[in-house]
């Protein structure tokens, strides 16, 4: 397991937020920002993390919904479900993404003049539920962005109009009550440069502390990932 720490980030509107930063156990691959779901940074999240350190990525997971409350983890209840939901319009989608950006320039996928380049690390983003539509949305607003991956993200079918400036990769269970697989077929003929892997699982089929935890989806998705890091950050 990789050396793992707690850092604080810096956005450009002046928020600060804290982050959860886990580096390989070995040589570095490339460079990776988690994000989160509606349930905050918590154990989940933090192994997912560790799994990518394992594999040879820098990662780190910053805490979004610090700019509300800090230190928020939640469970898979539907206590959970009901408070993580009331951080998502406090939030909004530009704040997070300010966030996102911080972490992206803290692993060095931006210089100091704001610009990204050959010479700067590779950095990716993937993001889970909420934090799926935001690795989308990193991947056509942000800068330093070279490959993004969500995982069953509902709100990427209402802006499935802005284009990617980044190789993306987007995962959907077919038996998803809360992501119609009409959604999933806007999103592909809207972007036809954008892949689209289906899954017979249902909503968070990643998540092994949840009940929709399929194993094989989420072993299946996880090397699709890591083999489309491999092209597109690694070396």
């Known amino acids: ?46 192994r997912v993390a560790d799994r990518f350190a394992e594999a040879g990525y820098e ?4 805490a979004l919904f610090d700019r509300v409350e800090r230190g928020v983890e939640l469970d898979y209840d539907q206590a959970g479900i009901e408070r993580g939901r009331t951080f998502i319009p406090k939030l909004g989608f530009d704040t997070p993404l300010l ?15 704001g610009l990204s380049g050959r010479e700067q690390a590779k950095v990716g983003v993937v993001g889970y539920c909420w934090g799926g539509s935001l690795a989308f949305l990193s991947a056509t607003r942000l800068t330093g962005v070279s490959a993004a991956v969500g995982y069953y993200a509902g709100q990427i079918a209402k802006f499935a109009s802005e284009v990617p400036r980044a190789p993306t990769l987007l995962h959907f269970g077919e038996q998803d009550k809360g992501i119609p697989l009409s959604d ?7 972007r036809p440069d954008v892949e689209i892997e289906l899954y ?8 092994d502390a949840r009940g929709s935890f399929d194993a094989a989806s989420a072993e299946r998705a996880l090397s699709r990932t890591l083999a489309f890091f491999e ?5």
């Not at 930063?21 to 154990?43: C, D, K, M, W």
């Not at 999933?184 to 809207?190: C, G, T, W």
């Open 99 to 113: 966030d996102i950006q911080a972490a992206i320039e803290k692993l060095g996928g931006v210089d100091a003049r």
């Open 200 to 207: 017979p699982a249902q909503h968070g089929f990643n998540c």
């Open 184 to 190: 999933v077929e806007a999103v592909r003929k809207a």
């Open 231 to 235: 092209r597109h950050l690694a070396g």
């Open 1 to 46: 397991m990789g050396q793992s720490e707690q850092l604080e980030l810096h956005a450009s509107d002046g928020g600060q937020i804290s982050a959860y930063h886990v580096r390989p156990p070995a040589s570095v691959r490339g460079r990776l920002v988690v994000v989160q779901e509606i349930f905050g940074v918590n154990a989940h999240i933090r």
């Open 59 to 62: 990662v780190i997971a910053p």
